[in-house]
């Protein structure tokens, strides 16, 4: 990772966030740099970390996956390789959107889209089957999206 990002950094990430399919002609009227600085900074950008994807999001209720979980999960505290085993079977599960470590009541928070509660609960039968190591898991239902987001801010 870079040590800091300068304000012409910030702003080219700001634009590209948003629509990561500009031209860097686009990109460079909107920062105030020549398109060729543009390219060379996104290039180190993406070399260095920063940038770590470019993406389409994909409304998922066009999608046959319209139901999102949010499922919360108690992991064995004196296993100490649970964590990166997890990890490892999750990024081979394309249902798996999103897994964070976290602190509070549960270890980890993941979340998953599904069909419907039925896939859901076939998903989850397979995570606890596949996954000795966790307990306990807390299942929240998503009923209504009310802010969905990648944007991460990046002015000072």
């Known amino acids: 990772m870079p040590d800091k990002l300068d304000q012409f950094d910030r702003s080219i990430l700001e634009v590209v966030q948003r629509d990561c399919q500009l031209k860097a002609e686009a990109i460079a009227d909107k920062v105030g740099l020549s398109p060729s600085a543009v390219q ?3 290039r180190r950008l993406r070399d ?6 470019e993406i389409a999001v ?7 996956f319209p139901m999102t979980f949010i499922t919360g999960m108690e992991i064995e505290r004196d296993n100490y390789d649970a964590l990166a085993r997890f990890r490892a079977w999750a990024d081979r599960q394309e249902h798996v959107q999103q897994v964070y470590y976290v602190t509070g009541q549960v270890d980890l928070v993941a979340i998953i889209t599904a069909r419907d509660v039925e896939h859901y609960d076939d998903i989850s ?3 606890m089957a596949e996954n000795p190591q966790i307990r ?6 998503v009923l209504r999206d009310v802010k969905v987001g990648l944007h991460i801010p990046v002015r000072e």
């Open 40 to 42: 060379r900074r996104l």
């Open 48 to 53: 260095e970390g920063v940038i770590t994807a």
């Open 136 to 141: 306990r898991m807390h299942t929240n239902v």
């Open 58 to 64: 994909v409304n998922r209720k066009a999608t046959s």
């Open 125 to 127: 039968a397979q995570l």
